[in-house]
Structure formats: structure tokens, C-alpha cells
């Protein structure tokens, strides 16, 4: 019964109040009512879960990271970054970190849903890069000095991460190979093929147009002058830069490894015609109006000019392969 009463009590309690006069006659206690509020015995405080000590922890191994790199590396980057502002042919090599850093930028999202499950497979990655920078210092190798540096960033991925981050961030790091300039040996290599081809192709033109021209190694010889095609006139400096844009180019805007690739390898009869096109017209100032038009102003600028010449073309030769793909027949399954 005293639970039955309980479900009809109500709820505020009733307390004594002062007497007042009955209009009636007599005085009657007035009553007044105060809500009960519930209290409850004890507040129950959140516990301290500890969050903040792992992030700590890998703030701390960054740091750590970042400073034995930069110990490392700091006078090879500057180094780098000297003959970047120096060597006309490396000049891009400012945008390749950026470029990369976009990329991974745009991976960010996929980056942040993947597990940290680290691979002892990075270890060795990791000791092939400390073994490179080892050797090239001691050769005096400037190419295994500077692309160490990706080898060693790419097994601390892996070590610290895992594979599947390392399949993610695979592209940029990869393409940061593109702000390392080449080995003496293997430039000069490219560069003379290049520049008798240069030559040979010149010199045809020259003559198909009706100017008398003879060829003498890779110089050309003209009735009013003679013009030399040097390393510089070789075409390497616009390779090694269209590469670099095209590969980030392909990568952003054409799905499928053929597209990509048949993309990139537009690029080197590209360079080859738009470099024969530029000593073609340099013969043709000079033996028309003379010498002094020829160099100067002009030479620089149609540097320039073959550049964008050969950005136009793979502007045209992307379009194309857009175009082939949207009309490529489905498959039916």
C-alpha cells in the first residue's frame, strides 16, 4: 500500500507556512509547496582515457625524424637548391616538390582512413638509402647523395605506416626523382645524340627550303655564316622539363597505364621536331638579315618559343587521346 500511495504523491513537498485569517472565522495554517528536485548522491566525473599521450609520442618520433634529416640533408638541399637557381637545364626543379606535395594533398582523406600498421620491410629500404648517401659522399656522387634522401623517406613510410600507405604516396615520391638533376655522364650522353640529330635535321630542312647549307659534324655551314648546334641547342633542357610535365600531367587527367604512357612518349619527337624548328629559324634570321639577328635577344627568346611550341603539341597530342578513350567501344560483360 505504501508504494500504491507513492505513485499518487505528488511532486513537491508540503511545509508548514504562517497563520492567516479564516474568512470563516478562526485562523488556518496556510500551506506552501516547494518542489523536490532530485539530487543525485554523486556526479560521475569522465575518467582520463589517455588520447593525448599517443599523439604526443608521434609528435616526438616526427621531431625526431625531421631533425636527423635535416642533419643529414640540410647542406645536400642547399646544394641542391643553388644549382636549381644556377643550372638552366634544372630550373623546374623548385615546382617538383610543390607538385608532389599536391599530390599527396589530394591523398589526404585516403591517408587518414588507413590503419599505421608498420612494415619490417621498410628496415632495409631504410639501410639501402643511409648505404647510398654513404657512397655517394665517399664517390663524390652528387646523384646518390641527393636521390637518397627519397630512398630513405620512402623506408620510413614503409617502416612507420606500412604498404598500403607506401602504395598511396608511391607516385609523389617517385616523382620527386624529377628535381634531382642527372649524372654528368648520363646527361652528355643524351645531350649529343641530340644534338647531331638536331644537326642532321636542320641542315635537311635548310635545304629542302632552297638554302644552301653543308653539314660539317654538328655544325652547319651556311653561305654568310656558320652556325654551331652546342649542348645548349640540343634539345636536353626542353626534354628533361617536358618529361617532368607531362609524367605530372598524365597522372592528374588520363585513367589507364597506356594513355599515360603513349602521352609521355609523345614527348621526345615533340622536343626533337620543336628544337630542329628553332635552329632552322635561327639559319634563316641569320642568312637573311644577318649574324647580329640571330644571336642575342632572339636566340634567348626562341627558347621560349620552343617550349611553348611543344606544350601546344601536347596540348593537341592529350586532346587526341581524350578523345580516342571517350570513343573506345565498352565492354559488355
Not at 548522491?41 to 631533425?67: F, H, K, N, Q
Request: overall charge positive; aromatic content about 12%.
Amino acid at each position: 500500500m505504501a508504494q500504491w500511495w507513492r505513485m499518487f504523491k505528488p511532486a513537491y513537498d508540503e511545509v508548514d507556512g504562517e497563520e492567516v485569517p479564516s474568512s470563516v472565522g478562526g485562523k488556518i495554517r496556510e500551506r506552501r509547496a516547494t518542489a523536490s528536485v532530485p539530487m543525485p548522491d554523486s556526479y560521475d566525473l569522465p575518467a582520463p582515457t589517455g588520447r593525448g599521450r599517443p599523439a604526443l609520442r608521434v609528435g616526438l618520433i616526427v621531431l625526431v625524424i625531421l631533425g636527423l634529416l635535416a642533419g643529414l640533408y640540410g647542406g645536400i638541399l642547399r646544394n641542391l637548391a643553388w644549382q636549381w637557381w644556377d643550372d638552366p637545364n634544372y630550373t623546374h626543379g623548385f615546382l617538383v616538390p610543390l607538385f608532389s606535395g599536391f599530390l599527396i594533398w589530394q591523398r589526404r582523406k585516403r591517408l587518414a582512413a588507413l590503419p599505421a600498421n608498420g612494415n619490417w620491410i621498410g628496415l632495409p629500404v631504410l639501410l639501402a638509402g643511409v648505404g647510398a648517401l654513404l657512397l655517394g659522399d665517399f664517390a663524390a656522387e652528387n646523384f646518390l647523395t641527393r636521390s637518397s634522401l627519397i630512398v630513405v623517406l620512402a623506408g620510413l613510410i614503409l617502416f612507420h605506416l606500412g604498404q598500403k600507405a607506401f602504395r598511396v604516396l608511391a607516385f609523389p615520391l617517385l616523382f620527386l626523382f624529377f628535381m634531382v638533376p642527372l649524372p654528368a655522364t648520363l646527361f652528355y650522353a643524351m645531350a649529343f645524340p641530340l644534338q647531331t640529330l638536331a644537326a642532321r635535321n636542320a641542315a635537311w630542312t635548310l635545304d629542302v627550303l632552297g638554302v644552301p647549307v653543308l653539314l660539317d659534324g654538328n655544325v652547319i655551314h651556311l653561305t654568310r655564316l656558320s652556325l654551331g648546334v652546342a649542348e645548349a641547342c640540343s634539345g636536353i633542357r626542353s626534354l628533361i622539363s617536358l618529361f617532368s610535365v607531362a609524367v605530372g600531367w598524365a597522372a592528374l587527367s588520363l585513367p589507364g597505364i597506356w594513355a599515360m604512357a603513349a602521352f609521355v612518349a609523345a614527348v621526345v619527337p615533340i622536343t626533337i621536331l620543336a628544337n630542329a624548328g628553332r635552329v632552322v629559324t635561327t639559319g634563316l634570321i641569320a642568312e637573311w638579315f644577318g649574324i647580329e639577328y640571330g644571336q642575342g635577344f632572339f636566340h634567348t627568346f626562341s627558347s621560349w618559343l620552343v617550349f611553348v611550341f611543344a606544350f601546344v603539341c601536347l596540348l593537341g597530342i592529350h586532346r587526341l587521346i581524350r578523345l580516342a578513350l571517350a570513343h573506345r567501344p565498352k565492354q559488355t560483360s
